[in-house]
């Protein structure tokens, strides 16, 4: 999902750059690509759409923007993690791709007591996969439905499916973007 996003055209100048901060094996490099793995995930792939919780209060508001909602012992609440990213309150102009955001407003994959163990090792090992995409010469997707990442979201919901190769099914993990490149 976030090798899709970088293939897309609209995002053809970030992939410039990264493919510049590719080539530099220092730790500022890779803390540079690591911010561009988390505004990539932010905007287009976050890694995990949400968790559900219980309310364990007799009785808790939960305040979201403009609205608050009641919930009570034993209420199922669903956090979702897209629509929090890009929450203007959090990420102003958050259509915009900006790497000076506070890292602490970064939740695809929970945060402090309910962070996800794998958060770290999540990062740094997208971080490494972007730094090895980055340095193929002539990346590109395949020409036709095999180069494409076919999505669209669950009714009602911000969860995404993904059609399958044979392209008669959808399932929950995306598995039809194809990509050649020229050599290493």
Not at 27 to 56: D, H, M, N, Q, W
Not at 92 to 109: A, G, S, T, V
Not at 144 to 172: C, H, I, M, Y
Request: one cysteine or more; glycine letters at 6%.
């Amino acid at each position: 999902m976030m090798l899709d996003f970088w293939l897309q055209e609209e995002n053809a100048t970030l992939w410039l750059e990264v493919q510049k901060l590719a080539q530099d094996n220092s730790p500022a490099a890779f803390t540079k690509l690591r911010k561009y793995v988390l505004e990539s995930l932010r905007i287009s792939c976050t890694p995990a759409y949400g968790v559900f919780r219980v309310c364990a209060s007799p009785s808790a508001t939960i305040t979201d923007g403009d609205q608050s909602i009641t919930a009570h012992a034993g209420d199922v609440i669903f956090l979702d993690f897209l629509t929090a990213s890009n929450d203007p309150a959090k990420f102003p102009d958050p259509d915009q791709f900006k790497l000076d955001r506070p890292e602490e407003n970064y939740i695809h994959q929970g945060w402090g007591a309910h962070q996800c163990l794998g958060r770290e090792i999540t990062f740094i090992s997208l971080a490494t996969q972007l730094r090895c995409f980055a340095r193929l010469k002539g990346l590109r997707r395949v020409p036709g439905p095999a180069g494409r990442l076919v999505s669209k979201f669950l009714p009602g919901t911000t969860f995404k499916v993904f059609l399958n190769e044979t392209q008669d099914q959808w399932t929950p993990f995306p598995r039809t973007l194809q990509v050649a490149f020229d050599g290493y």
